[in-house]
């Protein structure tokens, strides 16, 4: 009796929501992953500054680059 309650529990519907439900879990994982990845490999004591003259309002604080 045990055995037809398990096998009617997981139905499509039941199986396509865990599935969408993990992969909905892996994507946020994987999107943290990846911020804290980018927000350690990047320099943010380095900014670019223009090549023009007069333009002193866009200049970096700390020009290391």
Excluded at 2 to 25: E, F, N
Excluded at 36 to 49: G, N, T, Y
Aim: aromatic letters at 6%; proline letters at 6%; one cysteine or more.
């Amino acid at each position: 009796m045990t055995h037809l309650l398990q096998a009617a529990y997981w139905t499509g519907p039941r199986c396509a929501a865990v599935a969408l439900a993990v992969l909905i879990v892996a994507i946020f994982i994987g999107a943290n992953i990846h911020l804290i990845s980018v927000a350690f490999s990047s320099r943010p004591d380095c900014a670019l500054q223009p090549q023009m003259e007069g333009v002193a309002a866009m200049r970096a604080a700390k020009p290391s680059c």
